[in-house]
Structure formats: structure tokens, C-alpha cells
């Protein structure tokens, strides 16, 4: 009875009621959505290895994500093919390049040469043509989403990667990443692009053998291979989404909004509630005078605090869940994990519960007396 | 704080010497003199005065909600002046009825829900006995029909019959009333007043407090106030109830 009346105490002031709400989606959505494309943003930065299918990246001496590595002797791939445990082996090259658009003006791509037929490293996902194109040797593929930023060409069409000929073989989906557009293609052709010699390339990727245990597969793999750096696949992806956060500043840009994003919210429910409970005063004084302890009064505000926070959630947990399916494969990049949406809401709990602290204060002081008066 | 229930004939409240001082900003001012007063059940009190009186500052502290500068209050012969702010909450509730001037009724609320919220504000859950308590108690004041409808849809005098509804579903054997017809025209402040009426003809002590000398008919004692003190205490009433026509012109 008591938390129901709590209720619909609240909603009587509608106007108070939904401020608060509108405050609570506020900090949902407004700091959802920042995460989402924070996630999103950084996600591109581990694309290649997140997606690659291999246990295992071996990257050259002192590298630190998957982007920094210098090259390795083809000659190591043999080695790491006779260690026991590894499936399989293949070499993957990467390197900028400047792609030579239709008007004339160049756009920065990342080239990334795989090896046929296992294709490790490469694309998954294809909106036009299949991984058969890049058996072509001058054939590449572009993103769909980075379409216009060459022009809107079409399969077949012809340009220019650092001044050497390419065909667009097919467009794939999905395939973005944070230095550049993703451009695949062979391995020979991505050597001849970027420069790299025949004999070299820029990463290692390996197939533990079924039940192999990976850590111990990456200790023996740098035992076998002292002069270069071994990760497990899910290590580079966080190194290398590290690398990125600490030296690009999108972890304080983001950090900052999403924190602008909170306090707009916590700032409109603290007005909104310490409003509610002044509406009430005389409600809240007169049940002082029947009987209500402080913290029975304690008890409502912190009830309708709850319940602000409770449909503020829901609703901006549902404006958020559109907004992850407006930009599903879109330019716009955008991604929860799983784990962020507990912890969000939990603390939009937290934030909504101390935006009424400055009510529930208000309301263990109003005085029963009021009542008489 | 438990509080043994009290025999017919001893005081349901009493005041023992009880005053209240109040600093003005400047300098202390006395707002109510030493009073001895002892409030019986089956006893229609009716406290009035002009404003700046006393009358409600005394209504406070037999509510317990304001502690008295110097005297003792003793509920059910129970000193109670000095008990936490907690205990005298849940005496509130558990031995007091209220009814304030207009209603103080909680508008969101249903008329049932205001009635019952006297029951349930520490928590406890409704059960199907006390719904049944309030809907008497509503039906005892004409209210039931209205008892789906929220408070802020009822006229003054419905209002203040759902307020007496709420005063008296935890059945307590003190009622106080705060200028309950103020508000209010004739047609409904006579309705109210002779259902507080018909209320000290229980064991319940009713203390109404007013300045509308209108309503002193239906009074078994009177008690004025002026400038803080009693001025003028008919005393306890040894007649039949509704004897006090001649109390009062006498």
C-alpha cells in the first residue's frame, strides 16, 4: 500500500514525474549512444584481428598492436609449422597505401594482403561479388560503406593504389578499420602495392590444433621465435585497442561527453525530484503527523526515485536498442558488448538514487507541525 | 513505545504543567503559560481562543509532535515527554486520529487509499481486516460510495468525512481536530461536527481545537485560551452528553 501510494505520489505532479524520467533516458540514451559508437570507434581499431580467425598473431619485435608491426622473414612460417600444436600457419601482409579516386584526389586505405586458399586475416562478410575475387591477382575489395569516399565505382572498375593499377573484384560489408579504409587483396598483390619484399611479411597467423591449450602454444611459440612478439588473438585485440585509446585521445574525447551526458541527466533529476517533494511538502507533512517515521518518508522519495529510475531505464534502454538498429551497418560504427548495458543501468541506478539525495533530504526535514499551521 | 490501554475513567491525555517557549529572534517569548489539563474519553473537548492564543501550539504538543519547555505529557498515564521522535511517531499512530483543517487528504490517493494510508505509512501490509476497518469506517460517514473516487474530486465536507474516516480507522482513543470546519459551510460543518460528536460517545477522547464560537454547542467541556493561558475550563462534563447547551449559556 505504502509503495503504491509512493507511486502514485509521484505521478500525481506528472509534469515533476516525467522531468525526471526525461532525465533518466537522458543519461541512458545520451551516454548509451556515446558508448556505443566509443565501442564501435575502437572496435574498428581491432577489426583485422577480431575477425581473422586465427589463436595466435606473431608480429614483429617490439610491436604493440596489429598495426605496428614491421615485417617477419617468410622463411619463420615454416618454423612455426613444424611446432607441435599449430593447425596451421599463414602469412598476412598490411601497409598503407593512397587510393587514387575517380576525381583525382587520393584517399588513405590500409592494404591487407592474404594468402589464398585460407584467406587468413581476410573478409567474412561480402555484399557483392566472394572471397574467389581476390584469386585475381590485380583484384582487390572495398567496404560498401566506404563506397563513396571512391566515388561509388562498381565491380570492375579500375584505379590506382600507390600509383599501381587495381580492379574492384568485390565489395565487402563490415570490413572497417580505424587508420584507414580496409582494402583486400592477395598477398602478392598487397606486397607489390605496399613495397614489401617477396621474401617478408608484416604478421604471422596461427591455428592451434583442437585441444590444444593457446597460452602454452604462444609461451613455446616464443621460445621457438626469441625475436619477435607472440599474442594470443584476444591479447593483440586489447593491446591493440590500447594502443589506440592511449595515443588518439578518443578515450578522453568520449570519456568527456559521456560524462556531459551524465551530469545533464543527474542535474534534471535532482531539480525535478527536490520539485516533487516541494509539491508534496504539505502530503509528506501530514503523514509525518499520522504516523510516518523520517525514514518511512525516506522510504517514499527513495521509492519514487526507484521507479523514475526503473521506467527512465526501460524507456531509454528501448530508444537505445533503436538507435544500435538505425546504424547497424552503417558509417555510423556502433556496438554495446554485452557486459556494458548491466553496468550501465546499474549505474543510472546509482546516478538517479544520488540526483534525489538532495530530495530525500528535503523530505526528512519537513516538519509535522506544517500541518497544524 | 508500548502504551497500556486506559480504563474509562482515567485521563486518555494528560497536560501536567506543560509549557512552550518560542525565541522570536530577539528574545524568548512565551506562547503558552503552565497548563494542567486532563483530557477523559467520552469527553467532546472543545479548545478555543483567539489567534496567537495557544490553542494550536497546544494541540501540537498533545500530538507529540512539539516537545514542551517545561511539564509532562502523559498518554494512557505513560510519560511520553521525553520518548524518541520514532516512538512518538508510531504512538501517533497507533493512539491518535487526526483530523486537520481542510483534510489534508493526499490527492492522488483514492478516498480508501487516504483512509488507509493511516494504516500502512510505517509499512505494514493492508490485509483484508483493516480494508474491511476502513470501509466501515468510511460507511459510518456516509463516504463509502466515494471511497473509488480520488480525494481531490470530493467537495469540502466529503473531504473532511473521509478525514474523520481516516482518524478513526485505527480505532485510537484520541482524536484531534485542528479548525476541521473552517473550511467549510454550515450544511457540512454541522454533518462533520456531529460525527465528531457521535465519536465521544465512544471511549475516545475528542480535542477539537477552533475559534469559531459556532461550533461550542456541541461541546461536553470548553476550554478558552487567551494570551496563553486558560481563561475559561467548563471542566469535565457529569451530565448526559449533549447537556452542554445549558453549560454554555450558563
Known amino acids: 500500500m505504502r509503495n503504491s501510494a509512493a507511486f502514485k505520489m509521484l505521478f500525481h505532479d506528472r509534469a515533476s514525474a516525467l522531468g525526471s524520467i526525461a532525465g533518466v533516458v537522458a543519461i541512458v540514451f545520451l551516454v548509451g549512444q556515446q558508448l556505443a559508437i566509443f565501442f564501435g570507434l575502437i572496435g574498428f581499431t581491432s577489426n583485422l584481428v577480431d575477425a581473422c580467425g586465427a589463436d595466435i598473431w606473431i608480429l614483429s619485435k617490439n610491436s604493440d598492436n596489429v598495426n605496428s608491426s614491421q615485417s617477419l622473414p617468410m622463411a619463420y612460417r615454416d618454423r612455426v609449422a613444424g611446432v607441435q600444436g599449430v593447425g596451421w600457419v599463414e602469412p598476412l601482409v598490411t601497409g598503407g597505401g593512397l587510393f587514387k579516386t575517380r576525381d583525382g584526389n587520393t584517399q588513405a586505405v590500409q592494404v591487407v594482403g592474404v594468402r589464398l586458399p585460407q584467406m587468413a586475416g581476410g573478409p567474412n562478410r561480402y555484399a557483392e561479388g566472394s572471397a574467389e575475387a581476390l584469386i585475381d591477382g590485380e583484384g582487390i575489395t572495398v567496404d560498401r560503406l566506404d563506397l563513396p569516399l571512391y566515388g561509388n565505382p562498381v565491380r570492375g572498375d579500375v584505379f590506382e593504389i600507390n600509383g599501381k593499377r587495381v580492379r574492384i573484384a568485390a565489395i565487402t560489408k563490415g570490413q572497417q578499420g580505424f587508420a584507414g579504409s580496409l582494402v583486400f587483396t592477395g598477398i602478392e598483390n598487397a606486397k607489390a602495392l605496399t613495397g614489401l619484399r617477396d621474401d617478408r611479411c608484416t604478421s604471422l597467423l596461427v591455428k592451434a590444433k583442437d585441444g590444444v591449450d593457446v597460452p602454452d602454444l604462444v609461451r613455446l611459440l616464443k621460445h621457438v621465435l626469441p625475436r619477435t612478439e607472440v599474442f594470443t ?12 585509446l592511449k595515443n588518439t585521445g578518443i578515450g578522453t574525447s568520449f570519456g568527456f561527453t559521456t560524462l556531459i551526458g551524465a551530469l545533464v541527466g543527474l542535474v534534471i533529476i535532482a531539480l525535478t525530484m527536490y520539485t516533487n517533494v516541494l509539491n508534496k511538502s504539505r502530503d509528506y507533512a501530514m503523514l509525518r503527523a499520522l504516523g510516518a517515521r523520517r525514514r518511512d518518508i525516506l522510504w517514499i522519495v527513495f521509492l519514487q526515485s526507484f521507479y523514475v529510475a526503473v521506467i527512465g531505464i526501460l524507456i531509454g534502454f528501448t530508444l537505445l536498442a533503436g538507435f544500435l538498429a538505425g546504424t547497424h551497418d552503417t558509417a555510423l560504427p556502433s556496438y554495446l558488448p554485452w557486459t556494458v548495458p548491466p553496468v550501465h543501468a546499474l549505474g543510472t541506478l546509482v546516478l538517479c538514487l544520488l540526483g534525489s539525495v538532495l530530495a530525500m533530504r528535503r523530505a526528512v526535514k519537513i516538519e509535522p507541525a506544517s500541518t497544524f499551521r | 513505545m508500548p502504551i497500556k490501554a486506559h480504563s474509562p475513567k482515567s485521563p486518555a491525555i494528560q497536560l501536567n504543567g506543560v509549557s512552550r517557549d518560542f525565541f522570536d529572534g530577539r528574545q524568548i517569548r512565551r506562547v503558552l503559560h503552565p497548563v494542567q489539563l486532563d483530557f477523559f474519553p467520552q469527553e467532546f473537548t472543545i479548545v478555543s481562543g483567539p489567534s496567537g492564543s495557544g490553542k494550536t501550539t497546544l494541540l501540537t504538543i498533545m500530538a507529540l509532535i512539539l516537545k514542551p519547555s517545561e511539564g509532562r505529557v502523559l498518554v494512557n498515564g505513560s510519560d511520553v515527554t521525553s520518548i524518541s521522535e ?8 497507533k493512539n491518535y486520529g487526526f483530523v486537520f483543517q481542510n483534510a489534508a487528504l493526499i490527492p492522488a490517493l483514492t478516498v480508501l487509499e487516504n483512509v488507509l494510508i493511516a494504516t500502512a ?15 466501515a469506517a468510511l460507511d459510518r460517514l456516509g463516504m463509502l460510495e466515494y471511497s473509488a473516487q480520488k480525494a481531490d474530486s470530493l467537495s469540502g465536507g466529503q473531504k473532511q468525512r473521509a478525514a474523520i474516516a481516516r482518524a478513526l480507522v ?7 481536530c485542528d479548525e476541521p470546519t473552517s473550511a467549510l459551510d454550515v450544511e457540512s460543518s454541522t454533518v462533520v461536527l456531529q460525527a465528531l460528536k457521535d465519536l465521544s460517545g465512544e471511549p475516545k477522547a475528542v480535542v477539537l481545537v477552533t475559534h469559531d464560537p459556532r461550533v461550542f454547542p456541541y461541546a461536553d ?4 485560551l487567551e494570551n496563553g493561558k486558560v481563561s475559561t475550563d ?5 451530565k448526559p452528553k449533549g447537556s452542554f447547551d445549558e453549560k454554555a449559556d450558563s
Open chain 2, 170 to 176: 485505527n480505532d485510537p482513543e484520541l482524536i484531534l
Open chain 2, 234 to 238: 467548563t471542566g469535565h462534563s457529569s
Open chain 2, 86 to 93: 520514532d516512538d512518538k511517531a508510531t504512538l501517533r499512530l
Open chain 1, 233 to 244: 588473438a584476444q591479447s593483440l585485440s586489447i593491446s591493440t585497442r590500447l594502443y589506440y
Open chain 2, 121 to 135: 505509512v510505517q509499512g505494514a501490509p493492508v490485509t483484508g481486516e483493516l480494508r474491511r476497518r476502513a470501509e
Open chain 2, 221 to 224: 467541556r470548553l476550554i478558552q
